[in-house]
């Protein structure tokens, strides 16, 4: 367990008089206890108070796991298939205090059937949303958490380079994907941390396209969006690739965004709200009227997760502060025509915003 991480959350409880804590599998339970489980039909809940009670609720054949990870100091309510999860629901609720209390749940992870159970064992219980009373949980990353992070985006770009080999006329997108899914892989990441995206030419409109049978075409531009993971840190980005001649009006629309995107990572600076990040990037687009064609927000945090906060977006008052990872990735998205998006991980330290990303951003002919 990573106690600093623990204490600092019974910290933030008790600061908001909140009485407990309640995380499904996923990534803040790793983060607060380094467990990892998965989450499927059997429930599983570890469950912090704000005076330091700790219990985990977890089926019985995952209990000697639990325990070797988590210690003596952590409550283990185990329960049998054949038993069910009811049971131990209502230990852990009768033991930790719960009924009529207020307990701070995962809104974007619990599902129905943790939220039900602890309705009907902790009578009176007040729910509240974990991305709600603490909107920047896990945003502030430390000195090991950013070293992973670089070694996550070392790994991407080594990928990224060697698969644009496989960028040419006749190649179908699901090629480019599968190259780059083997050379990511090669070069040492944990997996896919999302489906790498490539659309070529009229599909790279689709800012979240799927790769198809498609081959790319003479005078394409090809949208490859990819990431790779190391000691469980996503690393994400974005380039767009020109296929032999464009038209010029793909080479504005590229200009554009290439000087949106140096005015959203020009922007970020300690202090300054995420909205206003966006803002920057957004207007370099409004200017060049392009503006009703960039449809998402400029950009999401990063770290065990691909999306998570701070968010780049119009009215997010979160000030940017030291150890946030996130990314700066405008684009312009002209339906049947044209797609654009260019994507960076930048990082927060003591000295400044630093761009994580090195991979050329100016427009690469193939």
Not at 7 to 35: C, H, I, S
Not at 207 to 230: K, L
Not at 329 to 354: A, F, M, N, Q
Request: with cysteine; charged share 25%; glycine share 10%.
């Amino acid at each position: 367990m990573n106690l600093e991480r623990l204490q600092r959350a019974e910290r933030q409880l008790g600061a908001k008089r909140l009485d407990a804590l309640a995380l499904v599998p996923g990534p803040n339970m790793l983060y607060l206890t380094g467990l990892s489980l998965h989450l499927s039909e059997r429930p599983s809940v570890f469950i912090l108070g704000a005076g330091g009670e700790r219990g985990i609720i977890a089926p019985a054949l995952e209990a000697p796991r639990v325990s070797q990870t988590l210690g003596p100091s952590v409550r283990v309510f185990a329960w049998s298939d054949e038993q069910g999860h009811e049971g131990a629901f209502a230990s852990a609720c009768e033991a930790m205090r719960l009924a009529g209390r207020a307990l701070v749940v995962e809104y974007l992870q619990m599902r129905a059937i943790e939220v039900k159970a602890f309705e009907r064992h902790a009578p009176g219980v007040r729910l509240s949303a974990l991305e709600e009373q603490f909107p920047t949980f896990r945003a502030i990353k430390d000195a090991d958490e950013i070293e992973k992070t670089r070694r996550a985006v070392a790994i991407m770009e080594a990928a990224l380079r060697e698969t644009m080999a496989a960028i040419k006329v006749g190649a179908t997108e699901r090629e480019v994907a599968a190259a780059y899914r083997m050379a990511c892989m090669n070069a040492g990441t944990e997996g896919m941390p999302f489906s790498p995206i490539v659309a070529s030419g009229p599909n790279a409109a689709n800012p979240h396209a799927v790769p198809t049978d498609r081959r790319i075409q003479n005078g394409d531009f090809v949208i490859i969006d990819c990431g790779a993971a190391y000691g469980g840190y996503v690393a994400d980005i974005t380039r767009t690739f020109a296929v032999g001649a464009v038209s010029p009006e793909a080479e504005q629309v590229y200009r554009l965004v290439l000087g949106a995107n140096r005015a959203g990572c020009a922007a970020a600076r300690v202090g300054v709200a995420c909205g206003d990040v966006d803002r920057a990037a957004r207007r370099v687009i409004d200017e060049g009227d392009f503006g009703e064609f960039f449809i998402h927000r400029t950009g999401h945090g990063l770290g065990l997760e691909g999306h998570e906060p701070p968010y780049m977006v119009a009215g997010n008052p979160t000030p940017l502060e030291v150890g946030m990872i996130f990314t700066v990735e405008p684009g312009i998205y002209v339906e049947g025509k044209v797609g654009v998006r260019i994507e960076d991980d930048l990082v927060c330290t003591e000295t400044g915003v630093e761009v994580l990303t090195a991979f050329e951003r100016n427009l690469i002919r193939l």
